[in-house]
């Protein structure tokens, strides 16, 4: 199967709920030359990166694509890697790698007629649980009033994006003590930070402590912080990177970003790395298009149950019709499908698209 063509797609999607006034996503149509289609997408949401992602996927990945063959993907995804080194193993370039490779896998499944999930080695469960992903609001009452809309929605744990000690307690309070909950603190703190108000954090009883120092690698040195397990490595670019850090004490978990990492080929290799050194794994999923589908299927082929963490959107944004991904709710189908599972309805791409 030959490349023949490689499609950036941008979208707004208005919102009128969350901390946001819309999300802004990039998506990847990749075409053989015997028509079979595919689709991936790069980590966006907010409308800065938009325009770069689009340019690195026409200018950058798909000039080193085009005229291969979907059967060498991960080859090709290593070979990008390398040619690009020199602009950072992480970023931009990755971000946008990440998409053109995702829609080359549902290539493949599709022409295979095998789920991406029967690709990675089998699903290991036909459902995910739910954990509902909140906006940073800064406001221990939108804070709060936003829990409850999840807790009437049955989500099976609640993460906040939060960095004021005083919002997350608020927080904690509704969530109640028998429900997992995690606070992303998106590194706003100092690791001395951390340790000065270490009795508070304790208290949290927190499933796990997410990005919480700036820099993150102050937490290699670390001894363990008692109490508290920290979750890290969205932001990381390859399989080693993440290796690194599951040798650090402090941290329990690493949570790989599909797009961030550069697609399903290095996702699977993270997995294999990871899988003899006993660490949690829990993939970071800001995603409601096909980035999500392939996440999920790695979540269902995982030995370990994690959550699937659905953020902030509505139900019209939804690309699939009603895939679960812009609604909390206690769980989510895992796709059975060739490939992802589904392609996105292409009136809502036209409904929705940006000429950039």
């Known amino acids: 199967m030959i490349i023949d063509r490689i499609d950036p797609i941008a979208l707004r999607l208005a919102k009128s709920t969350g901390g946001a006034d819309a999300l802004y996503l990039v998506l990847c149509k990749v075409t053989v030359r015997?028509?079979?289609?595919?689709?991936?997408?790069?980590?966006?949401?907010?409308?800065?990166?938009?325009?770069?992602?689009?340019a690195a996927i026409r200018d950058a990945i798909a000039p080193l694509f085009l005229g291969k063959s979907v059967e060498q993907r991960e080859r090709l995804n290593g070979e990008a890697r390398l040619r690009l080194a020199s602009f950072g193993r992480a970023g931009t370039n990755l971000n946008a790698l990440a998409a053109v490779d995702m829609a080359l896998w549902d290539i493949a499944g599709k022409a295979a007629g095998r789920s991406l999930s029967a690709l990675l080695g089998g699903a290991q469960r036909a459902r995910v649980p739910v954990m509902a992903s909140l906006d940073r609001y800064n406001d221990a009452n939108k804070?709060?009033?936003?829990?409850?809309?999840?807790?009437?929605?049955?989500?099976?744990?609640?993460?906040?994006?939060?960095?004021?000690?005083?919002?997350?307690?608020?927080?904690?309070?509704?969530?109640?003590?028998?429900?997992?909950?995690?606070?992303?603190?998106?590194?706003?703190?100092?690791?001395?930070?951390?340790?000065?108000?270490?009795?508070?954090?304790?208290?949290?009883?927190?499933?796990?402590?997410?990005?919480?120092?700036?820099?993150?690698?102050?937490?290699?040195?670390?001894?363990?912080?008692?109490?508290?397990?920290?979750?890290?490595?969205?932001?990381?670019?390859?399989?080693?990177?993440?290796?690194?850090?599951?040798?650090?004490?402090?941290?329990?978990?690493?949570?790989?970003?599909?797009?961030?990492?550069?697609?399903?080929?290095?996702?699977?290799?993270?997995?294999?790395?990871?899988?003899?050194?006993?660490?949690?794994i829990a993939p970071h999923t800001p995603f409601i298009g096909p980035a999500a589908l392939a996440t999920l299927h790695f979540l269902a082929?995982?030995?370990?149950?994690?959550?699937?963490?659905?953020?902030?959107?509505?139900?019209?944004?939804?690309?699939?019709?009603?895939?679960?991904?812009?609604?909390?709710?206690?769980?989510?189908d895992v796709p059975t499908g060739p490939g992802l599972g589904f392609d996105p309805d292409p009136a809502y791409l036209k409904r929705y698209g940006l000429d950039l």
């Open 143 to 280: 804070v709060t009033a936003r829990i409850e809309q999840a807790l009437d929605a049955q989500v099976a744990a609640v993460k906040v994006h939060e960095f004021d000690l005083d919002v997350i307690e608020a927080a904690r309070k509704v969530v109640g003590r028998q429900m997992p909950f995690v606070a992303d603190c998106n590194n706003a703190h100092t690791l001395a930070d951390v340790q000065g108000s270490l009795a508070r954090w304790q208290a949290l009883d927190l499933r796990w402590l997410e990005d919480p120092v700036w820099p993150p690698e102050a937490l290699l040195e670390s001894p363990r912080l008692s109490r508290i397990v920290v979750g890290l490595g969205a932001d990381l670019g390859s399989a080693e990177q993440l290796g690194i850090y599951a040798k650090a004490p402090a941290v329990g978990v690493l949570q790989p970003d599909i797009c961030m990492i550069g697609g399903v080929s290095e996702t699977r290799r993270a997995m294999a790395l990871l899988k003899p050194l006993g660490i949690s």
């Open 34 to 54: 015997s028509g079979l289609v595919g689709y991936g997408e790069c980590l966006c949401l907010r409308p800065a990166l938009q325009r770069s992602l689009v």
């Open 301 to 332: 082929a995982m030995k370990e149950v994690a959550y699937f963490a659905v953020i902030e959107a509505e139900p019209h944004m939804d690309m699939y019709g009603d895939s679960g991904f812009t609604r909390w709710q206690p769980d989510l």
